[in-house]
């Protein structure tokens, strides 16, 4: 035993491989616990929970995937139970074939036509769309558009089929966009505030 | 493919996940149709603006967070060395190597000059003449030297191969060794005769030099000098877990009790 998996060169190692990807693990802890104090706490898990592993990361294979798959287990395992969010497994994976995915939304896209969000949307609000996604929905969602994995790996973070990363993904945009098209028609003046959380309820009222 | 075929493939389209056939006709459509090419046109708008927006809306983690946690992967790997440390001592009886750092280390010029001269020529890293098991370069050492070469084992280390050197005025084996870690590193055995122009003594005795470290100690009238960039504390680590399993003969010359065991 050398110790050579946990000397200094181990930990420099850890150190310069984490570096570059603090700030994108905090932006991504941030969406998926929705507040400052949870979203360090997820990082601090995630970063320790990797070191403690670090003798299993293979060097030379993606580091980022890998600790993107510990940020996103810790945060399903410790953070989803204590929330209340329905599942989408639950909710409609129970339809099982993927073509019934996408038939279903293009039967609601014909009934609404699409228009362009405006260029001027606001980040707070696609924030806020981000943020009322479902689970399943917005990690994909934070994997594809703010973090930009590809599908492969974002199968892989999340153990689940690459159709299913897909169907996931385009589900996940079109209630975003939703949201978002509601959003702006609602308020034309986007510098205004509602609360989305609001507008939400009245949604599902509606 | 018709329209509905194109919005089926419409998300891997526009995140560049649609390749090759799919892709062609994917675009052989587009080319062809009336409605299609305004819908890709939207969707490809929006999908970049909620990128835009939601990157820019990225905040950066907080100075004084990344701080902490850099200092809690610091503590953490202090700890576990403590840890280790102390399992070392427990096992006592099964120490090898004891390194004692200390007063003990820079008695003698002369000695300090044969570390030197032992850590450039390991730096230098000369060809090996032969590279195999550490029984067969055990074996072809034999008779080359004036006295037997036996290749000691270190855990977790391999002996990988071997050639004739000199250290300042003496001949001397060289023997390499590569820790079979993931992040491998080598280390340089030096063995050579010497009838106490060296003042190096049984017990094993660190200093540093050019960059290395180097651990002498004695056996007789031979001389071992281990060269290394590992740390001291990784080479106060050299714990055999299950002492000898891989080259069985050459344990002898590191069962060097700690000072604290020798009564």
Redesign the interface.
Known sequence: MFGLSRSNQSRAQFEALLSPWLDPLYASALRLTRNERNAEDLVQDTVMRAWRFFDKFQKGTNFRAWIFKILTNTFINSYRRNTRERSLQDESERQSVEASFFSADLTEQTQNPEDFLLQRVMSEDVLKAIDSLSIDFRMVVILADLQEFSYKEIAEILDVPVGTVMSRLFRGRKQLQKLLIAREEEVPNAAATIDLNAFRERKKLA | MNC?DL??Q???YL?G?LIDEARLDFEAHLASCDTCPK?VE??R???S???A??????????PA??A???E???A??ER??RV?FGQMAAMAAGVTLAVTAGHQLYRGHQRSLYEQDAAMRHARQFPLEIEQSPQAIERWFGGKLDYRVRVPGF???RATGGRLLQVRDKAAAYIRYD?D???P?QMGLFVYGDDHDVDVGAEPAMASSHGYNVVSWREGDVVYQLVTD??E???R???P?NAGAESAPPQPTLNVRPASLQQ
Do not use: Y
């Open positions: 509905r919005e089926t419409l998300t891997p995140d996940e819908h939207i969707e708008h929006n999908l603006v909620i990128r927006a939601a990157k820019a809306q990225s905040p950066a983690a907080p967070f990344k902490k946690l850099f809690h992967i610091r953490d790997d576990r060395r280790r855990p977790n280390a820790t870690r993931a992040a590193r590992l740390d504390q990784d080479i680590e050299l714990v877990a």
